[in-house]
């Protein structure tokens, strides 16, 4: 059977469908099922993803490859009834118009302007006359022509948009014209003649005048485009695995250029920022796709199309609703008028912002057009941090207003609000991001070349372009604050006008995502409030499918209640180390610390006593009913004394020591390794009665509570045990103290004692540790860094070059390492259940808030993932899609 690389659609069929999304792309796959639809799709082909495999290895496309492209655009001319580089009719009908394609990537993910575009394909000095006398507009056919020199000038000889871009400028300043639409016939002839002289000196090739040629040359680029910084970047930002390659779809051109009945235009069948059902959009008359979408020109409402051409919005709603229901949602529609006719030329599952995902997936199963568990699998769990952002607190942005700081207005095209530094370039977004700046990219539009600078920055800010443009676009799909089409603003002399006021780069601005409102400083901002219904109704579908457990890692009554209110079901982690760092605790801690004899110990440890009851009872009644884990004290003492003069000598005065005993003993405190030192289980271990304070503490706590009448669930977790024997020590003083206590208050409360699995020892012994430990907890900050031997502290300079040379796939202290820590935890976790089979699994690493760990931790059959209680949307989420996915 002969081998198929590319594939026809148009005429009401196609050769493929969207169930070929990984061999004709997401653009190829839908232009094909729009093509059985029977929708008005102009004809054309895709060449396959793997044909892009074929040219990265070799650099060519193999002779039968070529052959096949051959005979694909023979049927794109028996489709049209025109020819690639004729300007003879082919038939009554096309008046001699010659056959024009478009070029275009289509990998089978979206990456919205990575890979490069080539319009307007086929023409050159003879068929420009002719496109020109079929159309009857001669300066159609030449601005058809400039942008056919631009675009292969840019794309496929690798000159670059800003030289055409120049010439263009120039052009307009000379005719002092605002738009090009203003330029005559003669401005364009200049433009053509200058573009082609500026491809030959910097090319040292002419522009190709064989529209053959040109196709070959076209497609070759576009494969080529897979692997350019930009599209790099953009993969190595969505881990998007560079081995997809990309598909090219070459279509033949409509023209929303063409006279004063055409247009180009993007359409979204619901809000991409709100959610909100209905059609939504932009469009421009007299323009080709590239302007709206490269936000060169703002465009008009969609509204105002009903008004340009009713029927043709009527007809618009008409086919977008069709492609909503039959993709099952909500869809981006590229979209074509020229002479009247419509022209649908590219649909996609629209990038939103994540309030719309989560309004859009609960309306559409609520509607019946999906079920609950395609709505639950549609949100991406990370897109819910988006709904954490901060906004604008209401009074100061009054004072702002009141203030004269208002400097005017755009669209709101990305979510949340911030405020930070200006800068006007991508490499200067770059540089003060790297300095710890937060960063505002102002640009008249962005391009795909910003994208390091996109990624850079916290917010963008453009002075044109719509809310399909690219910036936009990528503000929705990368979660960035963004507004755009901010016509009060112009970028000049070293900064940023807004009539009147000027700001200079690196000062403060502040943008509002929600309302498109832009300000001079800062402003602060609030807390968002309770999450929405749609994303309670989400997460509730969510909880019905997911087999984790979902905690919190909190370490006060405050952060419990929070954490209660986001869905935890638990405290997976209560740091007590924190507790001592409140008013009126650090004091007794440091007694204890610069104790001489163990009485002076015990009295220290007396005043901490209440202390710590306290902060644990306050933690059982917010969690009645849920288990509460308390991690016995585990960083190193050090960190508890003071080691400049000032705290040393306010340390001194407040513990009667003289300041030269006190600087003695903190400097003995020192380690040359503390987190490889004196800390957890060792703590308890050489100072036993620390151990047996805190555990006497919790104890009392949960009698406390218990005697109020609710109920307590306490487990108790030895930190950094490396050997069975050092749990096995600690948990004589705890089962003694919690004897103590039940014998003295006459109650007895059910408790475990477990250990945190964080030393590779640990993992590796776990069948020996889980004889004593009721559960495990995964410690994974610390395993990983002990598993890598790298400090977690410390490693960010090297970790950014390794993750540059691609050394290590992603971040370890952010997503689990499956081959090296996820192999010690599986096997921790099939040892430990196999010495003891109820043994409690979880997670409280800060990997428990990471959607692809939590699907790691799904796998190892964990009970439960502890995060914090900001995380604890997507980790419910998260958890759902890995049992679905499971399943």
Same mark, same amino acid.
């Given at each position: ?22 061999l ?61 580089g ?6 009554d009908?096309?008046g ?23 319009l ?24 058809c ?24 400028a ?19 002839e200049?433009?053509i ?104 020109r ?17 007809e618009?709603?008409r ?37 719309a ?22 949100v ?19 004072e ?46 962005t ?14 800010l ?12 990528v ?14 603003m ?11 006021n ?28 309770e ?16 087999k ?9 009554a ?19 180390? @924190? ?29 901490l ?17 849920l ?10 003492? @050090? ?7 000032a ?7 407040s ?18 390794n ?38 307590? @669930? ?28 039940f014998?003295d ?6 408790? @475990? ?41 410390d ?5 950014g ?13 952010a ?18 259940r ?19 760990s ?5 796998e ?21 899609h ?6």
């Open positions: 059977m002969e081998t198929r690389n590319v594939y026809l659609f148009g005429g009401g069929g196609a050769d493929g469908g969207r169930e070929q999304r990984n004709l792309g997401g653009k190829g796959a839908n232009l094909a099922e729009m093509a059985r639809l029977e929708l008005p799709v102009p004809p054309g082909f895709t060449v396959s993803t793997e044909v892009c495999g074929v040219f990265s290895s070799t650099g060519a496309i193999p002779h039968a490859i070529q052959e096949e492209i051959a005979r694909a655009v023979g049927f794109i001319e028996a489709q049209m009834g025109a020819r690639l004729s300007a003879e009719p082919a038939c009908a096309c001699g118009a010659p056959l024009l394609l478009s070029v275009r990537s289509g990998a089978r993910v979206s990456m919205p302007g990575m890979m490069d575009t080539v307007n394909l086929g023409l050159n000095d003879d068929t420009v006359e002719a496109l020109a006398r079929s159309s009857g507009d001669r300066r159609f056919a030449l601005d022509y400039r942008r056919l020199c631009a675009m292969y000038g840019a794309v496929v000889l690798g000159i670059g948009d800003e030289p055409f871009d120049e010439l263009l120039e052009r307009k300043r000379a005719r002092r014209a605002a738009s090009d639409t203003e330029l005559g016939e003669t401005d364009l200049e433009i003649a200058r573009s082609k002289a500026l491809i030959l000196e910097r090319a040292g090739v002419p522009l190709p005048q064989e529209p053959s040629a040109q196709l070959a040359a076209a497609i070759a680029a576009v494969f080529r485009s897979w692997n350019n910084s930009r599209a790099i970047t953009y993969r190595k930002a969505h881990a998007i695995p560079q081995e997809w390659g990309t598909a090219v779809t070459v279509q033949a051109m409509v023209f929303g250029n063409q006279g004063d009945q055409s247009a180009t235009g993007v359409a979204f069948t619901r809000d991409p920022s709100t959610g909100a059902s209905g059609l939504v959009g932009e469009f421009l008359p007299g323009a080709q796709g590239e302007d709206v979408v490269a936000g060169i703002t465009p008009l409402p969609l509204e105002a199309l009903a008004r340009w051409n009713a029927a043709i919005h009527a618009l709603q086919g977008c609703l069709r492609l909503e229901r039959h993709f099952g949602d909500a869809q981006d529609v590229e979209f074509t008028v020229e002479r009247g006719k419509l022209y649908f030329l590219q649909c996609r599952s629209a990038k939103l912002a994540a309030a995902a989560v309004r859009i997936a609960v309306e559409m199963a609520q509607e019946g057009l999906i079920g609950k568990e395609d709505a639950v699998q549609r991406e769990a990370s897109a819910l941090d988006q709904l954490q952002r901060p906004g604008f607190d209401r009074d100061a942005l009054e702002a207003r009141a203030g004269g700081r208002w400097l005017g207005a755009g669209l709101a095209a990305g979510p949340g609000a911030v405020s930070g530094r200006l800068a006007l370039t991508p490499a200067a977004a770059e540089r003060m991001a790297a300095a710890g700046e937060t960063v505002v990219l102002a640009r008249a539009q391009s795909p070349e910003d994208i390091r600078g996109m990624i850079a920055a916290a917010a963008l453009t002075s044109t372009g719509g809310m399909t443009s690219h910036a936009a676009l503000a929705r799909q990368m979660g960035k604050v963004a507004v755009v089409g901010c016509a009060a112009s970028l000049e002399g070293g900064g940023a006008r807004f009539g009147a000027f700001l200079g780069e690196g000062e403060l601005i502040s943008v509002d995502g929600g309302t498109g409102d832009v300000f001079a400083g800062p402003i602060a901002t609030r807390a968002r409030g999450h929405d219904e749609h994303l309670r109704t989400l997460l509730g579908w969510a909880d019905g499918f997911r984790l457990g979902v905690r919190a890692n909190a370490d006060d405050a952060q419990a209640v929070a954490a209660r209110a986001l869905g935890a079901e638990g405290i997976g982690l209560c740091r007590t180390e @924190h507790m001592f760092f409140g008013p009126g605790k650090i004091e007794p801690m440091r007694e204890m610390i610069l104790a001489r004899t163990g009485e002076e110990r015990a009295a220290a440890l007396e005043k006593l209440p202390l710590q009851r306290k902060d644990f009872a306050d933690l059982f009644r917010a969690m009645a009913g288990p509460v884990t308390i991690r016995l004290l585990d960083p190193p003492l @050090h960190e508890f004394v003071p080691h400049d003069e705290g040393i000598a306010r340390l001194a005065a513990s009667g020591l003289p300041v030269e005993e006190v600087r003695r003993r903190a400097a003995a405190l020192a380690e040359t503390p987190m490889l030192g004196l800390r957890g289980c060792r703590l308890g271990i050489t100072h036993p009665e620390i151990t047996s304070m805190q555990a006497r503490a919790v104890f009392e706590a949960a009698c406390e509570v218990a005697l109020e009448g609710l109920e307590v @669930h306490p487990q108790i977790m030895v930190p950094l045990v490396a050997d069975e024997s050092e749990l096995q020590q600690q948990r004589h003083l705890i089962d003694a103290a919690a004897n103590a206590v014998l208050r006459g109650l007895r409360i059910r408790y @475990h004692v477990g250990t945190m699995i964080e030393v590779p020892r640990a993992a590796l012994t776990a069948g020996e540790v889980a004889a004593t430990a009721e559960f495990f907890s995964f410690g994974t900050n610390d395993l990983t860094q002990m598993t890598y031997g790298l400090s977690r502290d490693v960010a300079p090297l970790l070059r390794y993750l540059k040379l691609g050394l290590f796939p992603a971040d370890p202290f997503t689990l390492d499956r081959d090296g820590v996820g192999a010690l935890m599986r096997l921790a976790s099939e040892s430990g196999a010495a003891r089979p109820d043994l409690e699994l979880g997670i409280c690493g800060e990997h428990g808030g990471d959607p692809a939590i699907a790691l931790c799904h190892l059959g964990l009970d439960y993932v502890s995060c914090s209680p900001a995380r604890l949307p997507v980790a419910r989420l998260a958890a759902a890995a049992a679905l996915r499971k399943t």
